[in-house]
């Protein structure tokens, strides 16, 4: 039921019963909706109606909203430029080699640790830890839970205490 159209990359996200469709937009349609704002004096409604009519869009299929318009425009107007602005600063990759390595030796060394305390005493975020274990490690972490040992007069009490029961059900 997801239809793409041309230049467009569609990608489903679940919440609770509902689910939408997030868009993600190409610099095309981002430079066609600029310019169209501009030439439409600043109209949002007469930008969307010449976006759908452009990319043939239909009725029913959704259109970028007014906020991410706006969006664009104000970043045209700091940067010149329709493209996504990325944050400054280098990008941070924290599932790289050396903390790969870092949590596996960790995790083989002392295995009955909480992920918690893990990533606490490794300076690595709590879920980058569980992520780095479950897809790069192989490791699965679980919860050890103690049980009784069931010893041969249990049995025996057992069937005691059923046909108990089945009597006072059956008097009852």
Excluded at 19 to 24: I, K, L, V
Excluded at 88 to 109: C, D, F, T, Y
């Amino acid at each position: 039921m997801n239809q793409t159209f041309p230049g467009r990359e569609t990608s489903q996200f679940f919440f609770h019963y509902n689910s939408f469709t997030m868009t993600e937009w190409s610099a095309e349609h981002r430079s066609f909706a600029i310019e169209t704002y501009f030439k439409n004096s600043d109209s949002i409604v007469a930008t969307l109606r010449a976006f759908r009519k452009k990319f043939k869009i239909p009725p029913k299929k959704p259109l970028p909203s007014r906020k991410m318009i706006f969006r664009w425009v104000t970043n045209f107007r700091k940067t010149a430029s329709a493209l996504k602005i990325s944050p400054p600063g280098p990008k941070k990759w924290s599932r790289i080699l050396e903390n790969v390595e870092k949590v596996r030796a960790a995790l083989i060394k002392s295995p009955d640790r909480a992920a918690q305390k893990h990533s606490s005493s490794l300076n690595i975020f709590h879920r980058t830890l569980r992520r780095i274990s479950y897809d790069d490690s192989n490791f699965h972490p679980y919860k050890m839970l103690i049980t009784q040992e069931l010893r041969g007069t249990d049995y025996d009490a057992r069937k005691f205490f059923a046909s108990v029961m089945l009597a006072k059900l059956n008097a009852g």
